[in-house]
């Protein structure tokens, strides 16, 4: 753990540039949220085809079943994720909260790759999927914007067409 002299200030952070021309943590948290919405988008593909597969294979469920909870997984997870932000903000720290997030993501696709799972394991990887929303928020946009630097006056100042 640092020192408070050893800490790094936003300041330093905004100055170091080493990814693209870019601070050093923007390259991180652009992998990071890549690998995150492939995961979650090439998830929600796939698994809409393992709850509709006969028994040995999948669940079992009929086409509209799976659909409707392919959706209420997505509905709840934008939901949490507004909890998630004040969570994120108030109580645990960006920092925080985003490693809580990934951790508990793995924890929820490790629990939906064991094949005796069946619903239960659905059930509980789709509830940890979950809370890894509510702990996480909006925390890799907060993080994203504390390596730029707040707007001059001349950038936020309307643009004017002279004739």
Known sequence: MKTASQAISNEELRKQRSFLGHPKG???????????????????????YYLYAVKPEGLGLSQANAAQLISLYSACSLMFGIVGSY??????GTRRALCFSRAVTVLAYVCL??????????VGAMCLLLVSAMLCGRSADALMGKFTTSPTAEETEPIRLVM
């Open 113 to 122: 790759a064991l094949p005796f799972g069946g619903i239960v394991g659905y």
């Open 26 to 48: 923007v390259g991180t948290l652009s992998f990071m949220q890549l690998c995150n919405s492939y995961a979650s988008y090439g998830m929600s593909a796939i698994l809409i």
């Open 87 to 92: 969570v994120a903000d108030r109580i645990l």
